[in-house]
């Protein structure tokens, strides 16, 4: 079983979470139709880490990005998405 560490929840069942897309595939709002097919329809699919997108749908409903292995599955890695910047000092 995988399990996945949510910064809000803590390590989870990967079942509570739904996979969304690597985020190689994330459009641009701008992207041309053209443009949009190539990369959601023919990217590569290499072995190694993945920079990958999973919502906690059945926990905090957050959007995490996490690193994962596509061999072995093995996540070195999970923070929240989109990160956020660090508050200023006053």
């Given amino acids: 079983m ?8 803590g390590p989870r069942a990967h079942v509570e979470f739904a996979y ?6 994330v459009l641009p709002l701008d992207a041309l139709p053209d443009a949009a097919a190539r990369i959601l329809y023919q990217r590569d699919n290499p072995r190694g ?7 906690h749908t ?9 690193t994962r292995h596509t061999v072995t599955h093995e996540i070195s890695e999970v923070i929240a998405w989109p990160p956020t910047p660090a508050p200023e000092a006053p």
């Fill in 2 to 9: 995988m399990l996945i560490a949510c910064p809000h929840c």
């Fill in 49 to 55: 880490l993945s920079l990958e997108l999973w919502r």
């Fill in 58 to 66: 059945f926990g905090c409903r957050s959007w995490l990005r996490v």
């Fill in 20 to 25: 969304g897309r690597t985020l190689d595939a």
